[in-house]
């Protein structure tokens, strides 16, 4: 909170405070138990960029998100004995695609 007052972002504390709820509504950070609003107490908040990355993505329901959910589109059409590549295919180039046209 001093700090935004410091570089006269916020005019008093109480402006620091109103601006500090603006940016945690905005998910720029949050108290680390999730349990306050911004406040000029002594708490603990944590920017979102601080985040530990790498935690397992869950779904809407709450189960863990697998490559399986990015793989059965692809699969689900496929009926026959090899499955599907999905590796990107490189179109056959023609010559006249390198040709630069003159004028």
Known sequence: ???????NMAADAADAVLIGNMLLDADMFHHVLKEHP???EELFYRFAADEDHGAAATK??????SWADFLAP???????????????TIPETRP??????TR
């Open 38 to 40: 911004f406040k000029n």
């Open 60 to 65: 809407a329901d709450g189960d863990a998100v």
């Open 74 to 88: 692809v699969a689900s059409g496929y009926r026959g004995s090899d499955p599907p590549s999905l590796q990107p």
């Open 1 to 7: 909170m001093q700090a935004l007052i410091d570089e």
């Open 96 to 101: 006249s695609a390198w040709r630069i046209p």
